[in-house]
Nanobody
Framework: QLQVVESGGGLVQPGGSLRLSCVGSGFALDDYAIGWFRQAPGSQREGIGCISSSGGTTEYVDSVQGRFTISRDNAKNTVYLQMSRLKSEDTGDYYC??????????????????WGQGTQVTVSS
């Protein structure tokens, strides 16, 4: 079971920034491509971007392209999601997960059905 722990969420004003972290629990994160997913209130979870296992390739959906950046520090077994110029529509629960490194419209499908607790992001004035 590939467990991850997300952190870094919170309340931020529109236009602000946040950095989310994703840490692998009990496995080496650098063996996997990792995706970030978002679930807005009342909506299904959707992929917003992913990063290759080496960190050399990233993909993003159009709605976050240019505002969000995924990076990884394999020495720390951590993947980051840097979010800038946040909008109210970015509000939601954010999750990370190992993914299949096959881009579909800027995101990658999850490798399995295991999800962490997520971290909540609220963009509001």
């Amino acid at each position: 079971q590939l467990q991850v722990v997300e952190s870094g969420g919170g309340l931020v004003q529109p236009g602000g920034s946040l950095r989310l972290s994703c840490v692998g629990s009990g496995f080496a994160l650098d063996d996997y491509a990792i995706g970030w997913f978002r679930q807005a209130p009342g909506s299904q979870r959707e992929g917003i971007g992913c990063i290759s296992s080496s960190g050399g390739t990233t993909e993003y959906v159009d709605s976050v392209q240019g505002r969000f950046t995924i990076s990884r520090d394999n020495a720390k077994n951590t993947v980051y999601l840097q979010m800038s110029r946040l909008k109210s529509e970015d509000t939601g629960d954010y999750y990370c997960a190992p993914v299949i490194p096959r881009t579909q419209g800027g995101s990658c499908p999850p490798l399995g059905d295991d999800w962490g607790q997520g971290t909540q992001v609220t963009v509001s004035s």
